[in-house]
């Protein structure tokens, strides 16, 4: 499937990217003092409500917080987003309160694979070596890698378009695999932020950046500033397009109970409910369309 999105300017600002402290179990001091600088202690409240009874079981959960539009975080410091509402739907689904801890990328797999946190979330994308890894759910968003770029004399459609060009990607992410094993680029940098990729492109200092499509969607429609280009390259038949997530390898019982709930809200439609909060309705295959805010 390949979609074509023109956009209106993109303006980025470090908030975007969820630098505020976690309210998480594993962060009281920042916490404590997030609330101080809250006007009041109720503003500082997750909105979310759990209808589960107080002895639920509780999951934890390894998330970013700095992902937009999948788990970021909000003024106080609470999570948000694609992944947040997603798992906390499986949960309240299967039985299940979860706990959110803010981690770096590494960490996230490292603290599940060492049984620290029970399950990640944060725009995970299905990979072989990790499905031989990890215990990894059956897929519940679609996420595509993507490119971007401002240039209006560029048009590009895939990778091997991109011959000659200053090509930019997340450090480790699956774009910059993907295009390394085509190996058609001018010159390749990587970053370890969004936020650095998308200010990096605004800068003039690269022609193209490479992302999960909902990421640099979600940046457009959030931040119009400049004038860009936004072309997914994967479709839904490609396995590495499927987001899930991600749990230990031997973690069977929560495995499947993950699974049963991905299914069930699948078939409600929940997960489009979801989708359509954060990015809005789906954009026609094939078309070029103005995006307002």
């Known amino acids: 499937m390949k979609q074509l999105y023109r956009v209106l300017p993109i303006v980025l600002s470090v908030g975007l990217f969820g630098c505020g402290n976690s309210n998480n179990a594993s962060n009281t001091t920042t916490q404590e003092n997030a609330t101080t600088t809250s006007p009041t202690v109720a503003e500082n409240k997750d909105t979310f409500v759990s209808k589960l009874p107080d002895d639920a079981p509780v999951v934890k959960v390894a998330t970013t917080g700095t992902m937009p539009p999948f788990s970021f975080q909000d003024d106080y410091g609470n999570m948000q987003g694609i992944d947040i509402d ?3 739907a499986i949960g309240e689904e299967q039985g299940f309160k979860v706990e959110f801890y803010k981690e770096t990328w590494q960490d996230m797999f490292d603290s599940v694979e060492s049984g620290g946190r029970d399950l990640a979330v944060s725009g995970i994308s299905y990979k ?12 519940y968003f679609f996420n595509p890698s993507a490119m971007m770029y401002s240039n209006k004399d560029l048009n590009l459609k895939r990778l091997e378009d991109l011959g000659g060009l200053h090509v930019a990607g ?3 992410a699956k774009p910059v695999e993907q295009l390394k094993e085509i190996g058609k680029y001018g010159e390749l940098s990587t970053r370890t932020t969004a936020f650095l990729l998308f200010e990096d492109l605004l800068q003039n200092k690269v022609d193209v950046i490479l992302h999960d499509l909902p990421i640099l969607q979600y940046t457009a429609k959030t ?3 400049y004038e860009v280009t936004i072309v997914p390259y994967e479709g839904e038949d ?5 987001q ?3 749990m230990a ?9 993950v699974n049963e709930g991905i299914t069930k809200l699948k078939a409600e439609g929940t997960f489009k409910t979801i989708e359509e909060k954060w990015l809005g309705e789906a954009q026609p295959d094939a078309q070029t369309t103005e995006q307002a805010n």
Do not use: F, W
């Open 86 to 88: 997603a798992i906390r």
């Open 244 to 246: 899930v997530v991600l």
């Open 249 to 257: 390898k031997d973690n069977t019982q929560l495995i499947d109970t």
């Open 128 to 139: 072989d070596d990790r499905n031989v890894k990890y215990g990894l759910s059956t897929p």
């Open 223 to 225: 931040h119009p500033e």
């Open 170 to 172: 997340m450090e480790g």
């Open 238 to 242: 490609t396995p590495s397009a499927q």
